[in-house]
């Protein structure tokens, strides 16, 4: 029974991230994207789903109908996009983002995590560089909330930064106070990120369907795996198909054994496979049983 409601819950889990919420209107090279258990080519006319990873090269994207914003991804980015409550977020794990209000109004707000912020972007233009130690955030216009996150994802010091601010977060230390953008910053900036986003969806974006590569292997998820303030279980829930394959298990239970998530994803497995190898045994065994005619 308790199999039984968890992959309820799964189905559910899956069904809920099918929902598009935004469409690649421009790309300078293809994208790579994790969508369920598999990893994709993506270009321009995709649309993005709740729950979708995206990875870019040395090529700037542009996404609109993103909640209330266009965004640009830079070159060498990750990004993970989920809707919770109302709110479209986008995790950047590294590389570059800017976002730009949109004309138009829609029904949820987008914010942007990271390690170690999370900052409301509904009502700002902004430029933001996340690396490995710290975290770059610049405000175009507008304003936007930054709040502090600690190790745990759990949210301290709330600030806000208007038109023209530059701030930047160190690892886990305070975030800095507001000024103006250093030369380092300026001199790494995107060329593309300097002018405006244009809007490129002014036809109805046509639905072109992901070209898959391959399912997914452990080293294209180790990455997403140790991100902090993403949801574990929902991961586990996603890329527990993938258990089925030798080599994809082995690695789990190597690099991710004892996280509660994933030994659950594990037990689930095992007990699977126990019941479908007694389900089989049984039916030989009846087969070998029956009588043979004269």
């Known amino acids: 029974m308790l199999?039984?409601?968890?992959?309820?819950?799964?189905?559910?889990a899956l069904l809920a991230a099918s929902r598009n919420v935004g469409v690649i209107t421009f790309a300078e090279k293809p994208l790579r994207l994790i969508r369920a258990t598999a990893l994709y080519n993506v270009g321009p006319g995709v649309h993005l789903q709740n729950g979708d990873f995206i990875e870019s090269d040395q090529s700037i994207t542009q996404i609109e109908g993103l909640a209330t914003s266009t965004l640009a991804l830079g070159p060498n980015t990750r990004a993970?996009?989920?809707?919770?409550?109302?709110?479209?977020?986008?995790?950047?794990?590294?590389?570059?983002?800017?976002?730009?209000?949109?004309p138009r109004t829609a029904a949820s707000g987008l914010e942007i995590t990271t390690r170690n912020l999370r900052s409301d972007v509904s009502r700002s233009a902004s430029v933001m560089h996340v690396s490995d130690t710290q975290v770059e955030v610049f405000v175009e216009s507008g304003s936007q909330s930054i709040v502090e996150l600690d190790k745990r994802g759990q949210p301290g010091r709330t600030s806000l930064l208007s038109g023209e601010q530059f701030t930047l977060r160190k690892g886990d230390e305070p975030l800095q106070s507001p000024g103006r953008p250093p030369a380092t910053f300026i001199s790494t900036v995107p060329n593309a990120f300097f002018d405006a986003l244009v809007l490129l969806s002014g036809k109805p974006a046509g639905d072109v369907a992901p070209k898959k590569i391959r399912d997914v292997d452990f080293a294209d998820i180790a990455h997403w795996l140790h991100a902090?303030?993403?949801?574990?279980?929902?991961m586990a829930?996603?890329?527990?198909?993938r258990l089925a394959n030798p080599a994809f298990r082995e690695a789990i239970v190597r690099e991710m054994g004892g996280s509660f998530e994933w030994e659950t994803a594990l037990f689930r497995f095992e007990s699977k496979s126990r019941t479908l190898k007694k389900t089989g045994d049984s039916v030989r065994t009846t087969h070998l049983q029956q009588p043979t005619g004269a």
């Open 80 to 102: 993970a996009i989920t809707q919770r409550e109302g709110v479209t977020v986008v995790h950047i794990l590294r590389g570059w983002l800017k976002v730009q209000p949109a």
């Open 3 to 12: 199999l039984l409601i968890a992959g309820l819950l799964q189905t559910s």
């Open 237 to 241: 829930n996603q890329f527990a198909p």
């Open 228 to 234: 902090p303030n993403l949801n574990r279980t929902h």
